[in-house]
């Protein structure tokens, strides 16, 4: 099983302000890899795939990079609806796995 | 449009049976792999399992395998989850999702989603 640990746990962001978060796969997942943004209360909601590419209607401040072990998903400048949690998941190899999220508040 | 709609809160104690359910519509319910994905109270994603409803291909979670059912009825474009036996522990959102695209076997980004179940299990 390909274990995902996301970095860091909690990240405290102005509004404005470029967020930075991390996730990295135990094995190479190739670029197998999406993430998510889940609000509370609600239902996951995709944002990228295949590692940097944008699901429809996802705005261009959210992307996505890297490969293999070692994965990024940047956004460029929070706006007030981007506060939530994020997750990452590997498609690479069964089972399918997800990090643990990185919760993203206001700082 | 992609709509998955899934069965309302369930409370049940603990031995009880239950069975869950996710409707599709939108697309050719046959042609896409459906998965169930649990989310404990306060916690994170989990993947339980996935089928392809076309022949009912299934894979499971190791660690779940054996402890839940997933299946589908492609007359009515309904995948389903069930336990024959709660457990406190099974607490938890469970949501349904498919696959943005249907590649790679299964192996794929959830594109779309239910709004989820809410299953409480307390004696």
């Known amino acids: 099983e390909i274990v995902m640990t996301q970095s860091p746990a909690t990240l405290s962001v102005s509004p404005g302000e470029r967020a930075t978060l991390s996730c990295r796969a135990s094995?190479?997942?190739?670029?197998?890899l999406a993430w998510y943004q889940q609000k509370p209360g609600q239902a996951p909601r995709l944002l990228i795939y295949?590692?940097?590419t944008r699901a429809t209607g996802i705005p261009a401040r959210f992307s996505g990079s890297g490969s293999g072990t070692e994965f990024t998903l940047t956004i460029s400048s929070l706006q007030s609806e981007d506060f939530a949690v994020y997750y990452c998941q590997q498609y690479n190899n069964w089972p399918l796995t997800f990090g643990g999220g990185t919760k993203v508040e206001i700082k | 449009e992609v709509q998955l709609v899934q069965s309302g809160a369930e409370v049940k104690k603990p031995g009880e049976s239950l069975k869950i359910s996710c409707q599709a519509s939108?697309?050719?319910?046959?042609?896409?792999?459906i998965a169930w994905l649990r989310q404990m109270p306060g916690k994170g994603l989990e993947w339980m399992g996935i089928i392809y409803p076309d022949d009912s291909d299934t894979k499971y979670s190791p660690s779940l395998q054996g402890q839940v059912t997933i299946s589908a009825d492609k007359s009515l474009g309904t995948a389903y989850l069930q336990w024959s036996s709660l457990k406190a522990s099974d607490t938890a959102i469970y949501y349904c999702?498919?696959?943005?695209?249907?590649?790679?076997?299964?192996?794929?980004?959830?594109?779309?989603w239910g709004q989820g179940t809410l299953v409480t299990v307390s004696s």
């Open positions: 295949t590692a940097s």
């Open positions: 939108g697309y050719r319910f046959t042609t896409f792999w």
């Open positions: 094995q190479s997942a190739s670029s197998n």
């Open positions: 999702a498919r696959l943005i695209y249907n590649l790679n076997g299964g192996k794929m980004a959830f594109g779309y």
